[in-house]
């Protein structure tokens, strides 16, 4: 069982479907148990909507800002 820790580490990589599907499994898992996660998960997807258009963006986003975005929304604890 992964904790929320954990499922906040793999948040990105789950919604960029970089996870071999066991791990996938077991956030998804966990997200069904936890609200607080699936919470972070929802801001996560909206983050990386808006990110989506940002790289858009003219002039563009820095890759730096970008990465400070993402990082402001993983941050955030229930
Ligand atoms: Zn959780």
Same mark, same amino acid.
């Given at each position: 069982?992964?904790? &929320?820790?954990?499922? +906040?580490? #793999?948040?990105?990589? +789950?919604?960029? *479907? @970089? #996870?071999?599907?066991?791990? *996938?499994?077991?956030?998804? %898992? +966990? %997200?069904?148990? &936890? /609200? +607080? &996660?699936?919470? %972070?998960?929802?801001? #996560?997807?909206?983050?990386?909507? $808006?990110?989506?258009? $940002?790289?858009?963006?003219?002039?563009?986003?820095?890759? @730096?800002? @970008?990465?400070?975005? $993402?990082? #402001?929304? /993983?941050? @955030?604890?229930?």
């Amino acid at each position: 069982m992964l904790s &929320c820790r954990d499922v +906040h580490d #793999l948040a990105s990589a +789950h919604i960029d *479907r @970089e #996870l071999p599907w066991r791990r *996938r499994m077991a956030v998804r %898992l +966990h %997200l069904a148990m &936890c /609200k +607080h &996660c699936r919470r %972070l998960m929802r801001q #996560l997807r909206a983050t990386v909507a $808006v990110l989506g258009r $940002v790289k858009d963006a003219d002039p563009p986003v820095s890759p @730096e800002r @970008e990465a400070a975005l $993402v990082e #402001l929304f /993983k941050r @955030e604890r229930p």
